[in-house]
Nanobody, 115 residues
Framework: QVHLVESGGGLVQPGGSLRLSCAAS????????MAWYRQPPGKQRKLVAL???????NVTFALKDRFTISSDNALKTVYLHMNSLKPEDTAVYYC?????????WGQGTQVTVSS
């Protein structure tokens, strides 16, 4: 059972930056990928960015100029770097990890962008 723990969320002013972290533990099978999703209030959860075990990264097109994803320690920890934050980035951000059998989810961390 993979356990994912997110951290780094909080309240930030428009134009500010945040770095979210997700630490994975307990994996028996190698993880194929880790990703960040977000769910704004009243809306569906959607993919923000992912990184594969080969180090390939992808960020949703609309966020590419402001968000980046990185990882270290062979997908033990993944980061989401968010710059120039906007009120519409307000959401619960969830960490996701996948092995060959299933996906795993963290409990989420709240990011609120407001003045």
């Amino acid at each position: 059972q993979v356990h994912l723990v997110e951290s780094g969320g909080g309240l930030v002013q428009p134009g500010g930056s945040l770095r979210l972290s997700c630490a994975a533990s307990g994996a028996i099978l190698p993880l194929n990928s880790m990703a960040w999703y977000r769910q704004p209030p009243g809306k569906q959860r959607k993919l923000v960015a992912l990184v594969t075990s080969d180090g390939i990264t992808n960020v949703t097109f609309a966020l590419k100029d402001r968000f980046t994803i990185s990882s270290d320690n062979a997908l033990k920890t993944v980061y989401l770097h968010m710059n120039s934050l906007k009120p519409e980035d307000t959401a619960v951000y969830y960490c996701n990890a996948g092995d060959t059998r299933r996906d795993y989810w963290g409990q989420g961390t709240q990011v609120t962008v407001s003045s």
